[in-house]
């Protein structure tokens, strides 16, 4: 929670740091020194600092971060995000999946045949995977697939003339609660393209620390004392080589969660994904201070838990850290 409370108090000071202020965004260009004035004392922000502050935290507790201002005017920020999360999660999961799914069993191979044109080609494309912008990678994925080819949607999370029921705002989740089996497969086809660009960086990263781990224990006396003492090459490869190069991976695994996040923000506006990470950058172009604090706070306080998971799940995968 220490996380949290300097990131308000950051976030707080920066957005009111920033030209033209929520004053400004919400009277507009033609505002007159009587009317900021007027609505600078409605706001409280003719107070001290620390008592705007106080007074944000307050609000914050509660849920109230005032009303949208840009994103879509007149809602609550706090309601503008719960929409939009559901969007900006199912993209993640699915892109960290997929980045997963590749990356530590490629990870893994890779060492294994070090020096093998398998290694040299793997460690080429993770390098490419880096290097390569996501929303480039965005736009080309969209114009080979969708636009030339034809085969996956171009842009949105679902057909615009599906008939389907909303249960959770997870698209997939509510397809598959509801038996819908098209609408749950509509949903996925949408999120194919843009999930897979989201996943190049987080594979890259995952796939190199897999490599390195695995590289690290392979030459480990306790893998050598397994060999000697005949066990399988399977036993071997998962319980004793794979099982402990899993703590830097799960680690990495975590810290991806930030870099995902950031990377929605262009994603979601390439392929028009009404999420967060579209809320962010159309936040920020129309100055709409409230629903950029409550999703960066959000996003923070989601980034803090996985974290804690991972660190929980560190006694899972090595029993010598229950003891300490």
Known sequence: MLVVAVLSVLLFAWLRALPGGPV?????????????AKLEAQLGLDQPIFVQYWKFLERAVTGDFGTSTGVQRGAPALEVFLVRFPATLELSILALLLAVAVGIPLGYLAARRRGSWLDNLSITWSLVGVAVPVFFLAFLLKFVFAVELGMLPASGRQDTGMDATRVTGFYILDGLLTREWDAAWNAFVHLVLPAIALSTI????????????????????????????????????TRHILHNAMLPVVTTVGLQTGALLAGAVLTERVFNIPGIGQAVAVGFQRKDFPVLQVVILSAAMVYVLVNLIVDLSYAMIDPRLRTR
């Open 24 to 36: 400004s965004a919400l009277l507009g260009d033609r505002a007159t020194p009587e009317s900021r």
């Open 202 to 237: 987080p594979f890259a990263v995952i796939f190199r620390i897999t490599r390195a781990a695995v590289l690290d224990v392979m030459d480990d006396d306790y893998v050598r004392t397994a060999r000697a003492k005949g066990l399988s090459a399977m036993v071997i490869r």
